[in-house]
């Protein structure tokens, strides 16, 4: 469980010294103090906020706040002994990528950089994983993220994702876009950069960087990686907005291009409308992966009376 309270400088200071016995250093930036008592683990942050975690963390807490206790709803929540200290609270750079499972549409991959002081910011907003949020909600979200942090997008249509999937496999054409939009990313923030570096995990890292042999840069330094990424930091909840933002976008103009609406995913609705395509002379290579076992199931769909 974490719980965060805002307090006063005086009762900061009182905190820090009532856990003086315990404290660690070696202190990541924005960071007054950490320990570890049975049970919880206290950090107390230069904004005023302290957060507890742990099985014992609401009990610890209510001995300091007077004011009534801010459970903290953010995200992420998990944390990993083998990411550094305080990872949620760290500037990381993030990225996600959508559409790897939808017939119709896009392969689109982003990285968001997310600064330690905008943090409260994309708290404010409500950032989570994409995938629990509502389309009208990613659109609102996805341009506020797109404002304050820095990001970059490739977003590979159907066509292109097409010519490409001939000569790499899904998840390797998944790693040189991850790596790709990392190295941009870290281009834009030069000279500045993020604490650590966290890619949503699909492959093992050695299969990840096995697959990046040959491209150039390999982004490599303080990388980590983590499935469902997005309960460890908020730059890959924010990378998987952006990417489904633009992948949305997209969705549309292949829509509108299509003359009815494409829908996600790969059950036996998209066989249908597929097919419908295939019947009206429509090009599957314009708005389908046509490595998809979809493909094949249309073409019959199509040539049924």
């Not at 990613?138 to 490739?154: D, G, L, R, S, W």
């Not at 899904?170 to 876009?177: E, G, H, T, W, Y």
């Not at 907005?241 to 992948?247: G, L």
Request: with cysteine.
């Amino acid at each position: 469980m974490n719980v965060v309270i805002q307090v006063s400088p005086s009762k900061f200071k009182q905190i820090q010294q009532n856990y003086v016995t315990n404290q660690q250093t070696g202190l990541p930036k924005g960071t007054s103090f950490r320990v570890k008592i049975p049970g919880v683990t206290i950090t107390g942050y230069q904004n005023g906020k302290i957060m507890f975690q742990g099985q014992l963390a609401q009990q610890e807490a209510q001995r300091w706040d007077t004011h009534g206790m801010m459970t903290s709803k953010t995200h992420p929540t998990k944390i990993a002994d083998d990411l550094p200290q305080n990872f949620d609270q760290l500037s990381v750079l993030g990225s996600d990528e959508v559409g790897t499972g939808s017939y119709f549409g896009p392969l689109t991959t982003a990285a968001v950089f997310v600064q330690h002081n905008h943090l409260k910011a994309l708290n404010e907003l409500g950032v989570e994983d994409s995938k629990k949020l509502s389309d009208p909600a990613i659109i609102k979200m996805a341009k506020q993220i797109m404002q304050i942090c820095p990001y970059h997008v490739v977003n590979i249509k159907p066509h292109d994702y097409n010519r490409l999937i001939k000569h790499y496999n899904q998840a390797q054409l998944k790693a040189i876009c991850h790596n790709y939009v990392l190295g941009k990313v870290l281009d834009k923030i030069k000279p500045q950069s993020p604490d650590a570096i966290l890619i949503d995990e699909f492959v093992s890292p050695q299969t990840y960087f096995n697959y990046l042999q040959g491209q150039s840069p390999i982004i490599t330094k303080n990388v980590f990686f983590k499935e469902k990424g997005e309960s460890y930091h908020l730059a890959v909840a924010a990378a998987s907005i952006v990417a489904r933002y633009v992948s949305l976008q997209t969705m549309d103009e292949l829509s509108a291009l299509a003359g009815q609406t494409l829908p996600i995913g790969a059950g036996h609705k998209v066989d249908l409308i597929a097919a419908d395509l295939i019947r009206k002379g429509k090009n599957l290579d314009q708005f389908a992966k046509l490595h998809f076992g979809n493909t094949m199931k249309a073409r019959r769909l199509a040539n049924q009376k």
